[in-house]
């Protein structure tokens, strides 16, 4: 399977403090893009990362990408409660563009 | 509207029926793509539409599944037949095309019993 595989399945966090969660894939990838989910709905976009790129902002996100070991890691900086979600890696591959997704970390930010 | 749109949000049918899921995608969005998620579980992919070209079907469960895309731009995902482990959130999603960023919709969660 190509698909991603987060590490660790659920973390739990006081606010304030970092979150950090990692992403491993299998074969090489065009992109690898993160999302968030709050209560099994819709996912939220929240950065995508080039198979060139190394590292991405985005507000309290930082996103970092090493090919050679094929994996990513999402930082959130600052926990809030509202960021208590569900975190997705997903993976495109060369000449096919279909999203592969890993199960999820779950996320708790306790107040 | 701003963002991928999909309806009905929630549907409860009877097993052995058949059921219509509606997707908009954002408009100017050449690809669309649809996804289901059961409780507690990842994604899984189950078809991929692109322009005009043939869709990608490699992810559909059984041939109850089927997908339709109308001049480039709504989908329908019908299942006939459902079953129970049909139950699932089914997500639609759309992008420009190749490899850009996929916004996806809230989801239609659908229960059979």
């Known amino acids: 399977s190509q698909q991603g595989e987060e590490d660790p399945q659920a973390l739990s966090i006081q606010e304030g403090e970092n979150a950090t969660m990692n992403c491993s894939y299998k074969t090489s990838i065009n992109n690898l893009q993160w999302y968030r989910q709050n209560s099994g709905r819709g996912l939220v976009h929240l950065i995508l990362?080039?198979?060139?790129?190394r590292e991405k902002h985005s507000g309290r996100l930082r996103v970092t990408l090493d090919t050679s070991k094929k994996s990513s890691s999402l930082l959130i900086t600052a926990s809030r409660a509202a960021d208590t979600a569900s975190y997705f890696c997903?993976?495109?591959?060369?000449?096919?563009?279909?999203?592969?997704f890993g199960a999820g970390t779950t996320v708790t930010v306790r107040a | 509207g701003a963002g991928v749109s999909q309806s009905p949000s929630n549907k409860v049918t009877e097993k052995g029926k058949d059921v219509e899921l509606r997707c908009d995608p954002i408009?100017?969005?050449?690809?669309l793509y649809w996804y289901r998620q059961s409780l507690g579980q990842g994604l899984e992919f189950l078809i991929y539409f692109q322009g005009n070209s043939a869709p990608d079907k490699s992810g559909l469960p059984s041939d109850r599944f089927s997908a339709e895309r109308t001049g480039g731009s709504v989908s329908t995902l019908t299942i006939q037949r459902t079953q129970q482990e049909d139950s699932a959130v089914y997500l639609c999603a759309s992008s420009l095309g190749g490899s850009d960023t996929i916004y996806f919709g809230e989801g239609s969660w659908l229960t059979v019993v």
């Open positions: 997903a993976t495109d591959y060369p000449n096919d563009y279909k999203l592969s």
């Open positions: 408009s100017g969005h050449t690809a």
């Open positions: 990362i080039r198979s060139n790129e």
